[in-house]
């Protein structure tokens, strides 16, 4: 029988130039949905993991989408919480030879930004699951949304799951107020396995 993953994240509607056009010089963009623990879930359930991404997503034609994408990956949304005016936007202008990657975000008060202790029924999402695996950008993005996860750790490692955290810091989202080192310590002394770098370490 398959293990039971659960990731906890914001996944957003991603937009990018075709090619290598920057965002200046595009009319079009190629439209695709994606986040980190999103990201860990599908790749889960493709190697035939039983994998449910937790997250909020407005209740409308794109979180209908976004949705369906994940679907269509085997991934089991049975738990996302619907509500909240919208889903979190990011452009991503591809690098080419000596120019870098950009990204611009566009998620602020997104549906996953405004959840709140209480939406998510983590006792019954933890039930018959084996490890619980959230990332840095989630607490990033709102005191709420790290009030989440802090709610969602402690509730795993009180249900028994092994407990994973990829620090990925992101100075980027690190602005609603307190710094990335006092809300992730309480947080990651909560994780069995901590995935990270120098640089997130130190930040």
């Not at 919208?86 to 959840?115: C, H, M």
Request: with cysteine; net charge negative; charged share 20%.
């Amino acid at each position: 029988m398959p293990n039971k993953v659960v990731t906890f994240g914001e996944i957003m509607l991603r937009l990018a130039p075709p090619g290598f056009l920057r965002i200046a010089q595009t009319q079009t963009f190629d439209v695709e949905f994606g986040g980190g623990e999103a990201n860990v879930a599908v790749s889960l359930a493709g190697f035939g993991e039983h994998a449910t991404f937790v997250t909020r997503l407005p209740n409308n034609d794109l979180g209908d989408k976004c949705i369906g994408v994940l679907r269509m990956h085997n991934v089991d949304t049975s738990e996302i919480a619907r509500g909240g005016e919208r889903i979190g936007i990011y452009f991503l202008e591809a690098g080419a030879a000596q120019r870098g990657s950009k990204v611009i975000y566009d998620r602020a008060n997104s549906s996953a930004a405004t959840i709140q202790r209480g939406m998510v029924d983590w006792t019954k999402i933890f039930d018959g699951a084996d490890w619980f695996h959230w990332t840095g950008i989630t607490p990033a993005i709102s005191a709420s949304a790290a009030d989440v996860c802090l709610e969602a750790a402690q509730a795993a490692r009180k249900a028994g799951l092994t407990v994973s955290c990829d620090l990925n810091y992101r100075a980027k989202l690190w602005k609603w107020g307190k710094p990335a080192g006092e809300v992730m310590q309480e947080l990651v002394s909560l994780a069995d396995v901590a995935i990270g770098n120098e640089e997130d370490a130190e930040k």
